[in-house]
């Protein structure tokens, strides 16, 4: 299991849980000192990414990009996959997929986490299922050449669409077969919503395609109260070899947060595997 660390780029989503908030090129020269393999980007549009180097940023310091979030289309542009109106619905499926474009040039997959909205506002449940699972298919579609989509469920403040694992499972099972979905597994709203985190895991662990790391309070992993001891051996029974990518506040600020989170990466999974 790889380690990596976040960086968003999006003003409007100070005091969210990444650890890093800096430029790109400071913020990859930081991830590669402290050991990490890979690092994952919260942007505020793809422009943010294309206007660096990042393919060779990448190279020079020997790191790779786990995951790309698409949730400043939420955040900052205020589109939901799951939006009444089908021309809001378009234009949120269209910021995912140029996500997806951009991660995918790095072998990279886009992350739908907050873009996937909820009912409310005269939408009922069931409308907004229907329509997150319409535009998910457009924007798997549009991944299918290229990388894997991975769909995130969140916990029950900020969503009612899927969250739990089991919850994810049997909405990527309404797509039409085929499409490249994993689901992403973030321990942090895993702890609020599972009954057992480790036994979602055990029970989903074929459909895992990225991990979020993070403690019970969304601290970095070592300031909370997870037990991670279960949780890493169910990773390690399914075969999962993915990312431990740290989505957590900078507490108690970015520094010590990104290097706390090295630590516990070596002491759970250990610095080779
Ligand atoms: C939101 O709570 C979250 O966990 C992010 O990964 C979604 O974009
Ligand atoms: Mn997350």
Redesign the pocket.
């Known amino acids: 299991m790889k380690s990596s660390l976040t960086v968003s780029l999006v003003e409007e989503a100070r005091g969210g ?1 990444f650890v890093l908030w800096e430029s790109l090129p400071t913020a990859i020269a930081k991830t590669a000192r402290l050991g990490f393999d890979a690092i994952e980007i919260f942007p505020p549009s793809p422009d943010a990414i294309r206007e660096v180097p990042l393919k060779q940023l990448l190279a020079d310091h020997g790191l790779a990009l786990a995951a790309v ?3 400043a289309g939420w955040v900052k542009h205020r589109l939901s996959l799951a939006d009444p109106d089908p021309a809001v619905r378009t234009r949120a499926v269209d910021f995912v997929r140029s996500i997806i474009d951009v991660a995918a040039e790095l072998g990279a997959s886009a ?1 739908i ?2 873009m996937q909205g909820r009912s409310g506002n005269g939408v009922s449940r069931e409308a907004s299922r229907d329509h997150l699972i319409d535009s998910l298919g457009r924007c798997a579609r549009a991944a299918a050449e290229q990388t894997p989509l991975l769909y ?1 469920p ?1 916990n029950r403040y ?1 969503t009612d669409q899927a969250c739990t694992l089991a919850d994810g499972a049997a909405l990527l099972g309404q797509l039409e077969s085929g499409l490249p979905v994993r689901l ?1 597994a ?1 321990l ?2 895993m702890g609020i919503e599972e009954t057992d985190v480790a036994a979602a895991i055990r029970a989903h662990g074929d459909s895992i395609g990225h991990v ?1 790391f993070v403690d019970s309070n969304r601290r970095p992993v070592g300031c909370g109260h997870t037990d991670f001891g279960p949780i890493v051996r169910a990773l390690r029974e399914v075969g999962y070899q993915g990312y431990l990518s740290a ?1 957590a506040f900078p507490y108690p600020d970015s520094d010590a947060a990104a290097a706390q989170t090295i630590r516990a990466h070596q002491y759970w999974v250990g610095a080779s595997a």
Do not use: Y
């Open positions: 849980p979030g698409t949730g992350i986490g907050s995130e969140l900020e992403l973030d942090f709203h979020h989505e």
